[in-house]
């Protein structure tokens, strides 16, 4: 258990889940989700942005439209909450942010979640979003993949899924605290135990075994980006905090990309919750880090 005291609007709602968690072990998957559409609290309502229901490829999700948006790019937002939880609905305020900041539009993607749709069915509904896409006349370079958290992991893997088949790859890919490693092996989920108010070794255990309950092989790279080649990927930027439990996955995400040639922007800062972004509006943490982001696609 943390340590600390919760002292911001994001490790406040965690603290509070985990409590929530802890009192009710055998909470239902349905029940989880539920709880999670409550991440959407801590991100403040972003002036100026619209918001419209659609389906794209076959996924649903929202269009974030912001006013005087350059309608030539679009943001593709992959939602965190370990491939089983989380919703366009709890990420729209954080994508309006980010894609008012930027100046061009979002699609959050409703990609289909598991247990029931195991690995690769998130993957495969990212590529379908980026042909739905490019049938609209949104090239691929002007597609710009944002993943929080396990959404971080299905936008790299679409974009190696791409390149598997020989596809023009989108130009800049975006990740905020990533979860990539299936194989649960982060050194840091332990070291920063006593400043996560989310992050167990033993609930990611539980997401990891819901999406590869297909049995999947956790080193696949598609899977597990920890094993990939990132010979001629996209400019990467990763967006974490050195306190928080995941920090490891940044770290070897950027050391792994470096490697291989990429091109990798790593942003660290201290003392902040998984995916702090999300506070976007309400700390002046995640304000600053939606404009770095911001000004690093331009």
């Not at 269009?63 to 005087?68: E, G, H, K, M, R």
């Not at 709890?90 to 894609?99: E, M, P």
């Not at 900041?101 to 495969?124: M, N, S, W, Y």
């Not at 598997?164 to 332990?190: C, K």
């Amino acid at each position: 258990m943390p340590t600390a005291q919760p002292s911001d609007p994001l490790s406040v709602i965690y603290s509070q889940w985990d409590q929530e968690f802890a009192a009710h072990p055998e909470m239902s998957l349905g029940l989880m989700r539920w709880v999670f559409e409550d991440w959407q609290r801590v991100t403040s309502e972003p002036s100026n942005v619209r918001y419209r229901e659609s389906t794209e490829g076959g996924v649903p999700g929202i269009w974030v439209l912001p006013d005087d948006a350059d309608r030539s790019r679009v943001l593709l937002e992959l939602h965190g909450g370990g491939f089983a939880l989380g919703s366009s609905n709890s990420h729209r305020k954080l994508a309006g942010h980010l894609a008012k900041k930027t100046g061009v539009t979002c699609f959050v993607a409703d990609f289909r979640l598991a247990p029931e749709h195991p690995f690769p069915a998130q993957i495969d509904d990212a590529v379908s979003v980026i042909d739905a896409l490019n049938e609209q006349g949104v090239a691929t370079k002007n597609i710009i993949p944002v993943g929080d958290s396990a959404g971080a992991s299905i936008a790299i893997s679409s974009v190696l899924k791409l390149r598997e088949g020989g596809r023009e790859l989108p130009e800049q890919v975006v990740t905020m605290s990533p979860w990539l490693d299936m194989e649960n092996t982060g050194e840091t989920i332990e070291t920063n135990a006593d400043t996560d108010f989310l992050i167990t070794r033993e609930g990611l255990q539980g997401n990891i075994d819901r999406y590869l309950c297909g049995g999947a092989d956790p080193r696949d790279p598609l899977v597990n980006p920890l094993y990939a080649d990132f010979t001629g990927f996209p400019r990467l930027y990763i967006c974490a905090s050195d306190t928080e439990s995941l920090y490891a996955d940044s770290t070897r995400l950027a050391a792994q990309a470096e490697a291989h040639g990429a091109e990798v922007t790593l942003s660290i800062v201290h003392g902040q919750q998984h995916v702090f972004p999300m506070q976007a509006g309400n700390l002046a943490a995640a304000d600053q880090a939606i404009a770095e982001i911001a000004d690093w696609c331009r």
